[in-house]
């Protein structure tokens, strides 16, 4: 149900930029860059097993501080507890434990610039930037047993213009999930947290967005 309400959501942005002075608030980019997991096997851990992720992504820029922003990445995460020598797991049916799981991280978000930024208006303009909104896994492939799962994504970001047309940046994202079976492990009971109840994952990449309609003149809706 999750993935088929995001999927709406895109349909609905790509709609609502049907008009050529839509078109001319809206970019089109690709992201590549490493993805990695935190949970049951690696609780805290930052890039442990790093591997490649990479996709497509659509920005709608509501006005110089606002923007709404739609993509599609690839994430191949894996982890094994022998990873951890010396540290024993008494509690979980199995140990050690392994597992790999490969996903399409779909994801809907709002963008907050903290200066005022126009895409491919005034070259190397920069703003950094935060990110929220709401996510979900379609699972590929696994050896866990996972299923399609929700989450909540958040980032810290930073973009710059490049030419009139051409804008870069780079993203690090959180994505907290809404299940504990990515590495097909669950917490023993009386031991979940907030924080470490469900397992995570995350981004650290690069983006390249094209604008295939320039602007003519600067849009009110900029100023």
Sequence with gaps: MLQRFLLGIFALLFMSTGTLSAQRKANFGLFAGTTYYMGDINPNRHFYRPSPAFGALYRYNLNSRYAVRGNAYFAYLSGDDMDFP???HPDRPVSPASFYT???DFA???EYNFLPFTPNLGKW???PYISTGLAAGLILASDADVNNFASFPFGIGLKMNFTSRISVGAEYSFRKTFSDQIDG????????????NND???FLGVFITFKFFNFAVECPAYK
């Design 108 to 110: 809907i978000q709002v």
């Design 125 to 127: 303009s920069y703003t």
């Design 185 to 196: 492990l669950a917490n023993p009971s009386g031991t979940s947290s907030v924080l470490h």
């Design 86 to 88: 010396g540290i024993l």
């Design 200 to 202: 995570w994952y995350s």
């Design 102 to 104: 490969s996903l399409l």
